[in-house]
């Protein structure tokens, strides 16, 4: 069975500093994929980043980084000085790559930076 | 970004009457999924379809019945509405499967707060 973890339900930081949001997955896939999604206070679900299995290469956007495990079935997501506007709901969520396209979301990280 | 409506975009009912949401897009995109939120569960699928007239449960399909006879439009419908089906609902769509069998990303709708009282 496939399940993603995130363990932190809320964060709150002040502007500027750094924050990482845990996402744990489990799966019995050879291929699978990850993802990250953002939904801020307006309600939208707004795609961060999609990543494959078969890339461990960490991943920067921005002040956005994300850092792949598979050793340790971790998809961590750091924001780097954060922001004001980066408080929101993050979601972590999963994707095996054998012939399905469901998609198994965490229960999601609440961001708040406080100015 | 992607061209997804949600139709309505808020709706109180009571108990026991039939509710229909519509999803709406301009993608030409094969693949729709309806998911509900709830406090504590994240999304969870609720059904999907593949196709024009092709469809499949999700986790939590109970109590919920779905249609697609246009590539652009994928209803979901509660044959008789309840008070724990009170949620967000959210469509999403995503491209065809592509050439290497990958699955594609999906990109969701503004979303749909239904209320049942």
Same mark, same amino acid.
């Given at each position: ?7 932190? =339900? ?41 990543? /494959?299995?078969?890339?461990?290469? /960490? ?7 994300? /850092? ?7 998809? /961590?997501? =750091?924001? =780097? ?27 999601? =990280? ?6 | ?11 109180? &009912? ?11 897009? &301009? ?58 089906? &009170? ?31």
């Amino acid at each position: 069975a496939q399940k993603v973890t995130q363990a932190q =339900t809320e964060i709150s930081v002040v502007e500027k500093e750094d924050v990482t949001l845990d996402c744990v997955y489990e799966t019995r896939d050879t291929t699978y994929y990850l993802f990250w999604y953002k939904q801020p206070p307006s309600g939208e679900l707004v795609f961060l980043i999609r990543r /494959n299995s078969f890339d461990e290469q /960490n991943e920067i956007s921005g002040r956005y980084s994300w /850092n792949f495990q598979k050793s340790t079935s971790s998809f /961590n997501f =750091t924001i =780097t000085a954060s922001q004001v506007v980066d408080s929101a709901v993050y979601f972590c969520a999963l994707s095996g790559g054998s012939g399905t396209y469901k998609y198994i979301f965490g229960t999601g =990280t609440r961001l708040k930076v406080l100015a | 970004d992607a061209g997804i409506t949600q139709s309505p975009r808020h709706k109180v &009912t009571e108990t026991g009457t039939p509710v229909t949401l519509r999803c709406h897009q &301009t993608e030409n995109h094969r693949y729709m999924y309806w998911y509900r939120q709830d406090p504590g569960h994240g999304l969870r699928l609720i059904h999907y379809s593949y196709g024009v007239k092709d469809t499949d449960k999700g986790e939590v399909s109970d109590g919920y019945s779905v249609s697609r006879s246009k590539t652009e439009d994928f209803l979901l419908t509660l044959e008789s509405a309840t008070s724990s089906q &009170t949620s967000v609902y959210f469509c999403a769509i995503s491209e065809s499967r592509g050439s290497s069998g990958n699955t594609d990303t999906q990109y969701f709708g503004p979303g749909t707060r239904l209320t049942v009282l």
